[in-house]
């Protein structure tokens, strides 16, 4: 979370932010980031800085993957990975493991 507020920090100087409002988080579910650790995270280490007041917005983005058998895309049931049309259980990730900023608001002076 610390790299989050320097980044932002870092872009908000760059924009002439004095005060951001919001940013938005991506999370995948395999990341095992949960969301009430990284807001708790946040409120700790945002005190101080430009986006201390700001609203945290996390998007969970559930597990996609793709069997390299049928190309079938699904949601697995997890904790299982096997394909659900063919039961293959080798799998290539669409989605559920990123972890990143997608964006943040704020306000310039005057």
């Known amino acids: 979370m610390q790299s989050v507020i320097n980044l932002v920090e870092e872009?908000?100087?760059?924009?002439?932010?004095?005060?951001?409002?919001?940013?938005?988080?991506?999370?995948?579910?395999?990341?095992?980031?949960?969301?009430?650790?990284?807001e708790m995270a946040f409120s700790a280490l945002s005190r101080g800085t430009v986006a201390q007041s700001a609203k945290l917005e996390i998007e969970q983005r559930e597990v996609r993957l793709r069997c390299p058998n049928c190309e079938l895309e699904f949601v697995p049931e997890l904790p299982y990975f096997t394909c659900l049309r063919c039961g293959h259980v080798a799998y290539q990730f669409i989605q559920g493991r990123e972890l990143y900023l997608e964006y943040f608001e704020g306000e310039g002076e005057g």
Do not use: H
């Open 11 to 38: 872009k908000a100087k760059a924009y002439g932010l004095v005060k951001v409002t919001k940013i938005k988080l991506v999370v995948g579910k395999m990341t095992m980031a949960f969301p009430e650790a990284l």
